[in-house]
Nanobody, 115 residues
Framework: QVQLAESGGGLVQSGGSLRLSCAAS????????MGWYRQGPGKERELVAF???????NYAEFVKGRFTISRDNTKNTVYLQMKSLKSDDTAVYYC?????????WGQGTQVTVSS
């Protein structure tokens, strides 16, 4: 069984920065994909970014140039560095891990950007 534990959310002023972390534990073979979704108030869950074990990345248009995803494969941990935060970035951020045909989810961490 795979478990994901997120950390790093909180309250930040507009224009500020936050760094989210997500550590995966359990039986995790070498090749997988990790990333982040978010769900803002009254909105649907949307993809933010993902990264493969090989380091390939993909970002949603609305975070390009502001967010950076990275990972440490030795720790099965993915990070999301968020800069120039806006009020629209306020959401619960969910970490996920795709392993073969199964997707595992973290419990979510709240990010609130005050204007």
């Amino acid at each position: 069984q795979v478990q994901l534990a997120e950390s790093g959310g909180g309250l930040v002023q507009s224009g500020g920065s936050l760094r989210l972390s997500c550590a995966a534990s359990g039986n995790i073979p070498g090749r997988n994909l990790m990333g982040w979704y978010r769900q803002g108030p009254g909105k649907e869950r949307e993809l933010v970014a993902f990264i493969t074990t090989g380091g390939g990345t993909n970002y949603a248009e609305f975070v390009k140039g502001r967010f950076t995803i990275s990972r440490d494969n030795t720790k099965n941990t993915v990070y999301l560095q968020m800069k120039s935060l806006k009020s629209d970035d306020t959401a619960v951020y969910y970490c996920y891990l795709e392993l073969y045909v199964t997707t595992y989810w973290g419990q979510g961490t709240q990010v609130t950007v005050s204007s």
